[in-house]
């Protein structure tokens, strides 16, 4: 049973541009949404997050959607740089559980 | 944040041997997470370590094939035994952000496992 998931393996984009990153869950009790960033041979690095009481949250260049309606959220990265070339994870978490569930993650390509 | 040492960085390993993965954290910090991640695969959970109790092993992992310790609240390591092919993967431990998932969870820089 996947309760987060990214169907979107893939996603380049051009230098500049924005970068659109979805993520779908099935479980209503998830308190916390977290976007991490993979580099290869380094462990995921924590980049925002939103609470299930919100639906947007804004940190930088990164901003992150909620839409509990249709349990789905979304990170947009406005302006792309090639440094934001990584796999990209959706997670989620319960205030009781407190143990994240991990999408499948998202391969970012930033184009020059 | 806190800041996790994770040892050994990769290992290749023969097919019925065991390894241990040490995971040392800068602050002390009440849950620490281990997980893997198999080749083109999502994180998952093996278990959850609090200092002084029993792991708390996910659905699909138990206590034989993954032991656990946690002596302080600094340190827990992860013994993957009896390796097969199929434990090839990368282990991550992890510690909770002040017990708040909001503040995001740390990561160890993992360890690659080859079992050959």
């Known amino acids: 049973d996947q309760q987060v998931k990214q169907n979107s393996p893939s996603l380049s984009v051009q230098e500049g541009r924005i970068s659109i990153l979805n993520c779908d869950y099935t479980?209503?009790?998830?308190?916390?949404f977290l976007w991490y960033k993979k580099y290869p041979a380094e462990g995921p690095t924590f980049l925002i997050s939103i609470s299930s009481i919100k639906d947007k949250n804004e940190d930088g260049r990164f901003t992150v959607f909620l839409n509990k309606s249709a349990k789905h959220l979304s990170l947009h990265i406005v302006p792309s740089q090639p440094g934001d070339s990584a796999v990209y994870f959706c997670a989620a978490a319960s205030q009781g559980a407190q143990k994240l569930v991990f999408g499948q993650g998202t391969r970012l390509t930033i184009n020059p | 944040s806190a800041v996790i040492s994770q040892k050994p960085s990769r290992d290749i390993c023969q097919r019925g041997t065991s390894l241990t993965i040490q995971c040392q954290v800068d602050?002390?910090?009440?849950?620490m997470f281990w997980y893997r991640q198999q080749p083109g695969q999502s994180l998952t959970l093996i278990a959850t370590?609090?200092?002084?109790?029993?792991?708390?092993?996910e659905s699909g992992f138990v206590i034989d094939k993954f032991p656990i310790s946690r002596p302080n609240l600094t340190f827990s390591t992860l013994t993957v035994s009896n390796m097969s092919p199929e434990d090839s993967s990368i282990y991550l431990c992890s510690v909770d952000g002040w017990g708040n998932p909001n503040y995001g969870y740390t990561f160890g820089s993992g360890t690659r496992l080859t079992v050959v």
């Open positions: 370590a609090n200092q002084g109790s029993e792991a708390t092993y």
């Open positions: 479980n209503s009790m998830f308190d916390y």
């Open positions: 602050s002390q910090v009440t849950m």
